[in-house]
């Protein structure tokens, strides 16, 4: 079911003022098959727009709050919309695409990956999640950043991600705590425009650098996008030699940026994970295989 027939539906129910409203009368106020406009309010009921209207189990009216937003949506289809995201935000899905693109664009495949995870559905569920990513970008609380990423409406919430707009291709330096990197949180621990780890419970670790006054600067790349081949065959002793390691390789990597690397990426990227797994093997003293 596409984005916009689920906002039509979406729309009808909150606009219903009937004692109650069904799948037949959803498709008759839409135009849409019954079958579909059936699917719909029971997604809708999870986030509190609906409440059950007695009788039978298929039968639903809107709650104030979605008379609200239907009265938003009759000044514009814009204010609808922006109360619909705003009635959403503390969603778990809300919170959940909020958290992953706190610090930048996302291509597509991983913010479809973060809904499997936070809902615990196996990978046979993935169709579900991309028609709920799918109505997020309708919604206009997730949207396309170029080169299949993906972005936050807000834009990235954490006070170290990129600027969005003319400098996104820029990298950003900032200062970095290589001890305290921000680790990835669990679902639904977004709750203030900080990142995961900064809160006042995170104790910061003594370094070499703060003992001699100087605090570390570490130039943040943003994430892989698709690139020629000349960029592919760029030497490795390039600049990156002064990046901070611990800041890059702390955020965990995903499948959905590993399948945006060449074959010879991949296989040059295995071979420097054989040579760490074996000397860090061999300073703990045991062999590897």
């Known amino acids: 079911m596409r984005s916009d027939e689920q906002l039509r539906v979406i729309r009808a ?12 009368r959803l498709a008759a106020a ?14 809708v009921f999870t986030t509190g ?14 709650t104030k709050k979605a008379s609200a937003i239907a009265a938003a949506w009759e000044k514009s289809e814009e ?13 778990w899905f809300a919170r959940a695409m909020r958290e992953r693109l706190g610090y930048g664009p996302v291509p597509r495949e991983g913010l479809v990956a973060r809904l499997l995870m936070n809902a615990n559905a196996e990978k046979h569920r993935m169709r579900q999640a991309e028609i709920l990513l799918d109505l997020l970008v309708g919604i206009g609380m997730v949207v396309p950043d170029g080169d299949g990423f993906m972005n936050w409406h807000e834009g990235p919430c954490y006070h170290w991600a990129e600027t969005p707009g003319a400098d996104r291709d820029a990298q950003l330096s900032v200062e970095v705590d290589p001890d305290t990197s921000p680790p990835e949180r669990s679902p639904g621990a977004v709750t203030d425009d900080k990142p995961p780890g900064s809160g006042a419970q ?10 001699e006054g100087e605090s570390p600067k570490a130039s943040i790349p943003r994430p892989r996008r698709r690139a020629g081949s000349a ?30 690397l060449s074959k010879d990426e991949l296989l040059e990227l295995h071979e420097h994970l054989r040579g760490i797994a074996a000397l860090t093997a061999k300073l703990r003293g045991r062999p590897v295989s």
């Not at 129910?13 to 037949?24: E, I, P, Q, Y």
């Not at 995170?202 to 003992?211: G, N, Y």
């Open 49 to 62: 727009l609906l409440e059950p209207a007695g009788g039978h189990f298929s039968r639903y009216r809107p």
């Open 231 to 260: 960029a592919r065959t760029q030497s490795a002793a390039d600049p990156y030699t002064d990046l901070d390691l611990l800041a890059l390789l702390c955020p965990p990597v995903l499948l959905a940026d590993l399948v945006r």
């Open 79 to 91: 204010a609808g919309l922006q109360a619909l995201r705003g009635s959403w935000k503390g969603q």
């Open 202 to 211: 995170a104790v910061p670790k003594t370094t070499s650098s703060d003992l």
């Open 13 to 24: 129910a909150c606009a219903s003022t009937d004692s109650f409203f069904n799948a037949a």
């Open 30 to 43: 839409t135009g849409l098959d019954e079958k579909k406009c059936g699917l719909v309010p029971t997604f």
